[in-house]
C-alpha cells in the first residue's frame, strides 16, 4: 500500500509505518475506493491501520449505540457500522451536506444503511441533544473544539462506554511547545491534559497513525 500524506504520522519511521500498512488485508471494493478519494481529493480519513483498531474496540466492548462526531464522507462510519453488526445504530455527524450526501451512497453500497442515522449540522451541538447515552463515541471534529467536544460528548457516554478521540499526536506538534496562534494543537494538547486529569476516565494514547486517545468512563 502506498501510504498518502493523510496516513503518515510524522513522528514513525517510514520504514516502519509502511510495514505497518502493508501487513493489512486488502479492503473490499467500497472501503479502497473511499481510500482512493481520499487521498486524490485530500479528505482526511482515519485509515485502515486506525480503522481497524477502532472496529476491535467495537467488537470487544460489545458497542451497539454509537455517536460519531465528525464523519466527513463516512469511511470510519462503515467500519464502526460493520463492527457494531446487523443490531448496531450509528449515528453519523458533519457539518458539510455535500461530504453527507457522498457517505450515504457509500453506506448503501456497502450494505449498512440500515445501521446508521446521517444527521448533518454541528456534532458538539448533535451530541448534546442526542437522546440517552450512548456505548461508544468516536471524536473526529476540528481539533480546536477537542475540550468542548469532550465537555458536550462524555456526558453522554454510558459508565464503561468509551470515548475515542484521533489525531491527538497531531503529527508530533503535540508534544512539541505549539505557537500562541495555532489553535489546533493548543486544542489538543489541552484535550489530552484533561482526559489524563479527569478522574472519571482511564486513558491510553496509542501512538498509532496520528495518535489515537481511548478513554473508558468509570
Known sequence: MILSKNLRSGYIQDDVE?????????RDAVV?????????HDVPIIGPAVARMLALFVQVSGAKRIFEMGSAIGYSTIWL???????GK??????????AKRAKEYFRRAGVAKRIEVRVGDALELVKKAAGKFDLIFNDVNKSQYPAALRAGLPKVRRGGLFITDNTLWSGKA???AALEDADTHGIQEFNRVVYATKELYPVLIPLRDGVTVCQKL
Open 175 to 177: 508534544a512539541r511547545p
Open 81 to 87: 457500522a460493520r463492527a457494531a453488526g446487523p443490531k
Open 18 to 26: 509502511q510495514y505497518v500498512y502493508d501487513l493489512l488485508p486488502e
Open 32 to 40: 479502497s475506493e473511499i481510500e482512493a478519494y481520499a487521498a486524490e
Open 90 to 99: 450509528v449515528i453519523y455527524t458533519d457539518g458539510d451536506p455535500e461530504k
